[in-house]
């Protein structure tokens, strides 16, 4: 599968629980996104990396969220403390190369978070 | 500001009509990039047409064909003889040009229902 995959495609956990969602990127991209996607609306932008670096982390909501994304490679998006609030489909997306607007985006199938 | 606009809802047709769906954005940058994504049941992100705003021409592409005004700032998309399979959300995304982290900005989509 060349595509760019995300686990788990479905998450239930309890209210102030951690969580750790993945997403594996299409080889070869270096930029990578996560958007978070809330029931009957747009994705909305989270988290930008261009390699290893966190490029742009303005769409994080709060300081309970982080991301990393150490080998420049497999990405882990981070929930502390979950709140029902959190709940969303989470979806990750991958392009060719850095600086270029153009480049199209390739999303993942997304991981469902519920929030109990 | 950045926005995109997608003031239809909901859209139901019968198969083999013609339907078109709109979006108006607003951008303060005069380089820009315009997105559609087709978002099935399944709920994978699917890239349909990028257009920069350089390029007023219309596209076609099979039964789907684009629209772009920058008079109107309005990017519609039209899906002629519409076939069940067509049934899903359809986002309208904007992404400035140069800018550091090229996120999509989406709109909160259209749903599209056709009916056999």
């Known amino acids: 599968g060349a595509g760019v995959s995300q686990t788990p495609s479905n998450k239930v956990t309890e209210k102030g629980k951690y969580v750790e969602l993945r997403c594996d990127p299409i080889?070869?991209?270096?930029?990578l996104y996560w958007y978070r996607q809330s029931l009957g609306q747009g994705p909305e932008f989270l988290i930008y990396f261009q390699g290893t670096g966190a490029a742009d982390d303005s769409g994080l909501p709060n300081d309970r969220f982080f991301a990393v994304r150490p080998e420049g490679s497999v990405s882990t998006l981070k929930i502390q403390r979950t709140e029902r609030g959190d709940s969303a489909v989470y979806l990750c997306?991958?392009?060719?190369?850095?600086?270029?607007?153009?480049?199209?985006?390739?999303f993942g199938p997304g991981t469902r978070l519920t929030v109990l | 500001a950045q926005k995109v606009t997608q003031a239809q809802t909901e859209i139901s047709v019968v198969e083999k009509e013609d339907v078109t769906l709109d979006c108006v954005y607003e951008t303060r940058d005069t380089t820009y990039y315009l997105f559609w994504y087709k978002q099935p049941p399944s709920g994978e992100l699917v890239f349909l047409i990028r257009?920069?705003?350089?390029?007023?021409q219309n596209e076609i592409s099979g039964r789907y064909s684009w629209n772009f005004q920058k008079s109107t700032s309005s990017f519609n998309f039209t899906i002629t003889a519409s076939q069940v399979v067509d049934s899903a959300v359809y986002f309208c995304a904007l992404v400035n040009y140069g800018g550091a982290t090229n996120k999509l900005i989406f709109g909160t989509g259209t749903l599209l229902a056709v009916q056999p």
């Open positions: 257009r920069n705003s350089f390029d007023e």
């Open positions: 080889s070869g991209h270096t930029a």
């Open positions: 997306a991958s392009s060719a190369s850095s600086g270029s607007s153009r480049n199209e985006q390739f």
